[in-house]
């Protein structure tokens, strides 16, 4: 198993445990599902989800396509990036909901694009894994 599929597992075990835990606080406290609940929704679907599609898919498609993986730079940087900005998400949130500040904002939005970039690193990388030229 590649470094990139290790590491891409390992990140969506720490969002898993993040997300049942943060869902284990609102058992005891439901007054903070309102502020914790978009923190609790992305660590679940953007962290242990997403996290664990990629590392299938690096893992896997490289081998089914039957081409080695395009960038293995890529991979780090898309995991780098996502990683940053998923957990720039995460603690940003309910900061951003409880004070509003533009300075949160500003970071909020940065958050997402470099989450974003990650992805948009991944789609590259497997499309040119699976679809590249012989």
Known sequence: MGKITLYFIIASLFYLCLGVTIGVVFTIHSDLIGVFLPMHAHANLLGWVSMMIFAVAYHVLPRFSGRPLFSETLGNLHLILSNIGLLGLIIVWPLLRTYGTITLQAIHI??????????????INIGKTVFGKD
């Open 110 to 123: 940065v958050a997402a694009v470099f989450y974003a970039i990650g992805a948009f690193l991944f789609v």
